[in-house]
């Protein structure tokens, strides 16, 4: 059952462009949404997260709008450079579990 | 880069053969996490340690297994290997009571079965 949905599966994008990947959720429970950027033979790094008692934030070229009534969740990467490319998951979670349930990954390249 | 260390980077394995993989957790965290990524895939949750004691297991057979210390390093026991075990194995600490607990990745063990 796969509770985190996200498209698309890939992305170019020319630079100084924004990059948009989104996730639409199925658990109202969740209550924490990060987003997770995991470079080759590398482990994922936490970016950004947001609760679902906020629309949007913001993080330098990085922000998260969240729509609660839609269950789904985006992030945007203005300007986007050659150094972001790398392979985005949203994830979800919920206070009282252990665990983290991931999106099955968004491939970003960033053309020169 | 995270204070989280696994061992080894990469290892190969036959079938029905078994694997012990480690992980020492970020100065601090007491909460360890395992994850299984395979390739192309987001990581999947194997289970959680706290206080040395499973603290939460998703849908993996009982040949997966671990154990915590008290120094909160941990180890990811695999029994029986089968090909499809071929993944990248993650470790993620993280303070257990902490707002909603962030988890922080180590960089993996890259398992090959064969």
């Known amino acids: 059952q796969q509770q985190v949905k996200q498209s698309p599966q890939s992305l170019i994008v020319q630079k100084g462009g924004i990059s948009i990947i989104n996730c639409a959720y199925e658990?109202?429970?969740?209550?924490?949404f990060p987003w997770y950027q995991q470079f080759p033979g590398k482990g994922p790094a936490l970016l950004i997260a947001?609760?679902?008692?906020?629309s949007e934030k913001k993080e330098g070229r990085f922000t998260i709008s969240f729509n609660k009534s839609a269950k789904q969740f985006s992030l945007h990467i203005m300007d986007s450079q050659p150094g972001d490319s790398a392979t985005y998951f949203c994830?979800?979670?919920?206070?009282?579990?252990?665990?983290?349930?991931f999106g099955s990954g968004t491939r970003l390249s960033i053309r020169p | 880069e995270t204070g989280v260390t696994q061992s080894p980077t990469h290892l190969i394995k036959t079938r029905g053969q078994q694997v012990t993989l480690r992980c020492s957790s970020q100065?601090?965290?007491?909460?360890v996490s395992w994850y299984q990524q395979a390739l192309g895939q987001g990581p999947q949750f194997i289970f959680q340690?706290?206080?040395?004691?499973?603290?939460g297991r998703g849908n993996f057979p009982p040949r997966f297994s671990g154990l915590q210390f008290p120094n909160y390093s941990s180890e990811l026991n695999v029994n029986a290997l089968e090909l499809d075990d071929s993944a990248l194995y993650l470790c993620?600490?993280?303070?257990?009571?902490?707002?909603?607990?962030?988890?922080?990745f180590g960089p993996g063990t890259r398992l090959l079965v064969l």
């Open positions: 340690y706290y206080r040395e004691e499973e603290n």
């Open positions: 658990n109202t429970a969740f209550d924490y």
């Open positions: 993620a600490s993280s303070l257990e009571g902490s707002f909603r607990e962030t988890q922080y």
């Open positions: 947001i609760r679902p008692d906020v």
């Open positions: 994830a979800a979670k919920y206070s009282s579990a252990s665990k983290i349930i």
């Open positions: 100065s601090g965290h007491n909460t």
